[in-house]
């Protein structure tokens, strides 16, 4: 059975998954965002930040951290990063979405870097 029809077969009416239907759960979560500010919440409150699909929501997510990482996220949050608009500099950040997944305290992602 493949990924697609176990979440057509879980899927309830009230929960929206309009990506996964679409796309893979690697396409949804696109990379981690490894900087001292995520590190520290890893560390802290146990709080992994992802860059995710523009299209996705919270029920994407969900299933795809489920799905790639064999663990149930608690709380996730979905924040949009705005365009900075420096054009002088050859850096330039583009808008993008990223999600903070919150895990129970036992669990742990391990990234390979």
């Given at each position: 059975m493949?990924?697609?029809?176990?979440?057509?077969?879980?899927?309830?009416k009230?929960v929206?998954?309009?990506?996964?239907?679409k796309?893979s759960?690697?396409?949804?979560?696109?990379a981690?965002v490894?900087?001292?500010?995520?590190?520290?919440?890893?560390?802290?409150?146990?709080?992994?930040?992802?860059k995710?699909?523009?299209?996705?929501n919270?029920?994407?997510?969900?299933?795809?951290?489920?799905?790639?990482?064999?663990?149930?996220?608690l709380?996730?949050?979905?924040?949009?990063?705005?365009?900075?608009?420096?054009e002088?500099?050859?850096?330039?950040?583009r808008?993008?979405?990223k999600?903070?997944?919150?895990?129970g305290?036992?669990e742990?992602?391990?990234?390979?870097?």
């Open positions: 493949t990924f697609k029809e176990k979440l057509q077969r879980r899927a309830r009230d929206a998954q309009k990506v996964l239907l796309f759960p690697y396409d949804i979560i696109l981690p490894l900087t001292e500010k995520t590190y520290k919440q890893q560390e802290v409150a146990n709080k992994y930040v992802f995710v699909h523009s299209d996705a919270k029920n994407d997510i969900d299933a795809a951290i489920q799905y790639l990482y064999k663990v149930t996220p709380k996730i949050n979905v924040v949009n990063t705005a365009f900075k608009g420096r002088r500099r050859k850096l330039v950040k808008a993008f979405k999600a903070i997944v919150t895990l305290e036992k742990k992602i391990d990234f390979v870097v």
